[in-house]
């Protein structure tokens, strides 16, 4: 499990479990509204999942599936007006 206590606007960024062997789950605490941006990068640069979050405040919870992509290690990226957030996520 990888946790952060606060990351500006963004709280207690979960990503579990990791290592996964299939789905994953992430969730956040967004204390202002913004639009937010979640990305999925493979370790050749390849955007493998994406999602744009518009106007959002509050709590976020997503499962996504993993298990068509290689085993390998991937980087999660929460992209915020703050900037962004990276976090390794792998993928057993």
Do not use: W
Request: cysteine-free.
């Amino acid at each position: 499990m990888d946790q952060e206590d606060q990351e500006g606007t963004i709280l207690k960024v979960n990503i579990y479990p990791n290592p996964t062997r299939e789905r994953v789950n992430v969730q956040f605490k967004n204390l202002i509204v913004q639009n937010i941006k979640l990305n999925i990068i493979n370790i050749m640069g390849e955007l493998i999942f994406s999602e744009n979050i518009v106007g959002h405040i509050g709590d976020y919870n997503k499962n996504i599936d993993l298990k068509e992509n290689a085993k390998g290690i991937y980087l999660l990226e929460i992209e915020t007006n703050e900037g962004v957030i990276n976090k390794k996520l792998i993928l057993q």
